[in-house]
C-alpha cells in the first residue's frame, strides 16, 4: 500500500488545533504492523459499512443452559473513512451475562468493552478505507431460565433453547431497554456464515442457511447475505418438510403441536407474499417453535412461532413473519429507530393478503417514532395496526399497479441494504403522478 506523506504545512495546522497528525486522520505509512492492513493510530471512529464474514464453532450444553463460540470475523472497511473500532451487537451481552475470553485483530490482543448489548472492539490501529482485518473472539454466555420480559428471545425453557441475536454482529449501539416490545436492533448483511454447532446431547437445530454437514454431535450451516443467525434447538423437535417454487420448506415443532398446519400455513404464506414482493432469496425457510408463549420473531431464512400457537391465528402469524423475510431480511432498517418500516409493512401484507383489515383499538398517533417513544400498550395497536391501514389507504389511492410496482421498487433499489420509512414512503411516491406528501406529513410529521 502506498502513501504520500502529509505535507509540513498541513501537519503543522493539525498540530496546532490539539490533535497531533492524527486530527486529520494522518497515519505514518511507516508504522504499519507487518502482514497487517491495519496502520497505527487512534480516531476514535466507527462505521456500520463494514463487510464481514462469519466462521463461528459453538459448543452447546443443553444441560447447564450455556454455551461457548470461537468467532472469526474477516472484515473489510467499505465506508469510505478509515475506522478504528467496530460496534457489534450482541442479546449474549445484556442477557447471557456474557464473558470475552480471547480478542484478537490480526492476532494482537486487544480488549473489547461490553456495554448494555454492544460490544466496542478497538481494532488497535487505524483501518484505512478498503482494507481488511481479521477479528477473533472467544466468549462464553448463559441462557435465561425463563420467559418474561425480553428472556423468551434468550432461553431454555420448555424443552427449547432460543438464541436470538446471540453472534456479535456489525451493528450501531441502542439501547436494549425499551417501553415496547419493539426489536432495538441495526445488522448489516454478511456474504456468508459459517456456523458450526456441537451439542452435549442430541438435538435438532433449527437456524437460517442451509444444513451442510452432520458429524456425530456437530452440524454444520451455511448462509448467505443474512443479517443473523437465530437458534432454536431441541431434542424434542420433529422435522415436517415441504417445497415451494424450488424453495425447501422445514418445519421444526413440539411433539403433538400442530405440525402440518405450520407446514401448510408456511407454504401458502410464502406462495403469497412471493406473488408480491418478488423471489424468495435464500434456498430454505425454516419455521420453528420457540420457548415464547406470545410473541412470534423472524429473521432471514427462518421464523420462530410461539409454542402452543392457535392454530385459528396460525394464518395470519405466519403470514406476518414470512413478509419479514422481505421487510428487514432483503431489506434492512434500524428496527429501532424505524419500526413502521418493518412492521407496519409486514402487519399490511398479512391483513392486506387474508382480507383482515380492522380499526385499532388505540388513539390515531404518528407513525414516525422511535420503539423507545411508544408505550408497550399501544405500540402493536398504533405501529401494526394503524400502519397497515394507512398502507391501505395509500394503495387505494395510488391503485394496486402503481402501489405494488413501488413496493418492488423498493425491494429492488436496496435489495440487501439498508432502507427506512421515509425512504419506503418516498419510493411509493416516486411510483405514482399523486402527491401523496399531504397523506405521509399526517402520520410522519418528522419527515414532510
Known amino acids: 500500500?502506498?502513501?504520500?506523506?502529509?505535507?509540513?504545512?498541513?501537519?503543522?495546522?493539525?498540530?496546532?488545533?490539539?490533535?497531533?497528525?492524527?486530527?486529520?486522520?494522518?497515519?505514518?505509512?511507516?508504522?504499519?504492523?507487518?502482514?497487517?492492513?491495519?496502520?497505527?493510530?487512534?480516531?476514535?471512529?466507527?462505521?456500520?459499512?463494514?463487510?464481514?464474514?462469519?466462521?463461528?464453532?459453538?459448543?452447546?450444553?443443553?444441560?447447564?443452559?450455556?454455551?461457548?463460540?470461537?468467532?472469526?470475523?474477516?472484515?473489510?472497511?467499505?465506508?469510505?473513512?478509515?475506522?478504528?473500532?467496530l460496534e457489534l451487537n450482541t442479546i449474549s451481552a445484556n442477557l447471557g451475562r456474557m464473558r470475552v475470553r480471547t480478542a484478537t485483530v490480526d492476532g494482537s490482543r486487544v480488549t473489547p468493552r461490553v456495554e448494555d448489548m454492544t460490544l466496542h472492539v478497538p481494532l488497535g490501529g487505524v483501518l484505512p478505507n478498503g482494507a481488511s482485518a481479521t477479528v477473533r473472539l472467544v466468549f462464553d454466555a448463559t441462557l435465561r431460565s425463563g420467559t418474561a420480559g425480553s428472556d423468551w428471545l434468550f432461553t431454555r425453557n420448555t424443552g427449547i433453547i432460543t438464541m436470538y441475536r446471540w453472534l456479535p454482529w456489525i451493528s450501531r449501539e441502542r439501547p436494549f431497554a425499551r417501553p415496547s416490545f419493539g426489536f432495538p436492533f441495526m445488522t448489516r448483511v454478511s456474504p456468508k456464515v459459517t456456523l458450526q454447532v456441537t451439542t452435549d446431547r442430541s438435538m435438532k437445530i433449527a437456524t437460517g442457511g442451509r444444513r451442510t454437514s452432520v458429524t456425530g454431535l456437530s452440524q454444520t450451516f451455511v448462509a448467505q447475505n443474512v443479517r443473523d443467525m437465530n437458534i432454536a434447538a431441541s431434542p424434542w423437535?420433529?422435522?415436517?418438510?415441504?417445497?415451494?417454487?424450488?424453495?425447501?420448506?422445514?418445519?421444526?415443532?413440539?411433539?403433538?403441536?400442530?405440525?402440518?398446519?405450520?407446514?401448510?400455513?408456511?407454504?401458502?404464506?410464502?406462495?403469497?407474499?412471493?406473488?408480491?414482493?418478488?423471489?424468495?432469496?435464500?434456498?430454505?425457510?425454516?419455521?420453528?417453535?420457540?420457548?415464547?408463549?406470545?410473541?412470534?420473531?423472524?429473521?432471514?431464512?427462518?421464523?420462530?412461532?410461539?409454542?402452543?400457537?392457535?392454530?385459528?391465528?396460525?394464518?395470519?402469524?405466519?403470514?406476518?413473519?414470512?413478509?419479514?423475510q422481505w421487510f428487514f431480511g432483503v431489506v434492512g432498517n434500524d428496527l429501532a429507530k424505524y419500526p413502521f418500516a418493518h412492521e407496519?409493512?409486514?402487519?399490511?401484507?398479512?391483513?392486506?393478503?387474508?382480507?383482515?383489515?380492522?380499526?385499532?383499538?388505540?388513539?390515531?398517533?404518528?407513525?414516525?417514532?422511535?420503539?423507545?417513544?411508544?408505550?408497550?400498550?399501544?405500540?402493536?395497536?398504533?405501529?401494526?395496526?394503524?400502519?397497515?391501514?394507512?398502507?391501505?389507504?395509500?394503495?387505494?389511492?395510488?391503485?394496486?399497479?402503481?402501489?405494488?410496482?413501488?413496493?418492488?421498487?423498493?425491494?429492488?433499489?436496496?435489495?440487501?441494504?439498508f432502507g427506512s420509512s421515509k425512504v419506503f414512503l418516498d419510493t411509493l411516491d416516486r411510483a405514482t403522478p399523486l402527491d401523496l406528501r399531504s397523506l405521509f406529513d399526517t402520520r410522519f410529521p418528522s419527515y414532510y
Open 237 to 324: 423437535f420433529q422435522v415436517l418438510t415441504g417445497t415451494v417454487n424450488g424453495h425447501t420448506v422445514q418445519v421444526f415443532h413440539r411433539p403433538g403441536g400442530p405440525g402440518q398446519a405450520m407446514l401448510d400455513q408456511a407454504k401458502a404464506a410464502l406462495t403469497r407474499v412471493e406473488a408480491r414482493l418478488g423471489t424468495y432469496p435464500w434456498p430454505v425457510l425454516t419455521i420453528a417453535n420457540s420457548s415464547s408463549r406470545d410473541y412470534g420473531a423472524a429473521s432471514p431464512g427462518s421464523i420462530w412461532l410461539p409454542t402452543g400457537v392457535d392454530t385459528s391465528s396460525l394464518a395470519y402469524l405466519m403470514t406476518h413473519e414470512v413478509a419479514h
Open 1 to 85: 500500500m502506498h502513501m504520500r506523506r502529509m505535507p509540513a504545512f498541513l501537519l503543522a495546522i493539525a498540530m496546532l488545533m490539539g490533535g497531533g497528525a492524527s486530527a486529520l486522520g494522518y497515519v505514518d505509512p511507516g508504522t504499519m504492523r507487518s502482514g497487517s492492513e491495519l496502520q497505527a493510530g487512534t480516531l476514535d471512529r466507527t462505521s456500520i459499512a463494514v463487510r464481514a464474514t462469519y466462521d463461528v464453532k459453538l459448543t452447546l450444553r443443553y444441560e447447564a443452559g450455556t454455551f461457548s463460540a470461537d468467532s472469526t470475523m474477516r472484515i473489510t472497511n467499505e465506508s469510505g473513512v478509515s475506522i478504528d473500532r
Open 344 to 417: 407496519g409493512t409486514s402487519e399490511f401484507m398479512a391483513r392486506h393478503l387474508l382480507g383482515l383489515q380492522r380499526a385499532s383499538r388505540c388513539p390515531t398517533s404518528r407513525l414516525d417514532l422511535t420503539i423507545y417513544q411508544y408505550t408497550s400498550n399501544c405500540f402493536y395497536e398504533t405501529v401494526y395496526v394503524q400502519g397497515s391501514l394507512f398502507l391501505d389507504t395509500i394503495r387505494r389511492r395510488m391503485g394496486d399497479s402503481a402501489f405494488w410496482r413501488g413496493v418492488r421498487l423498493y425491494m429492488t433499489e436496496r435489495r440487501f441494504a
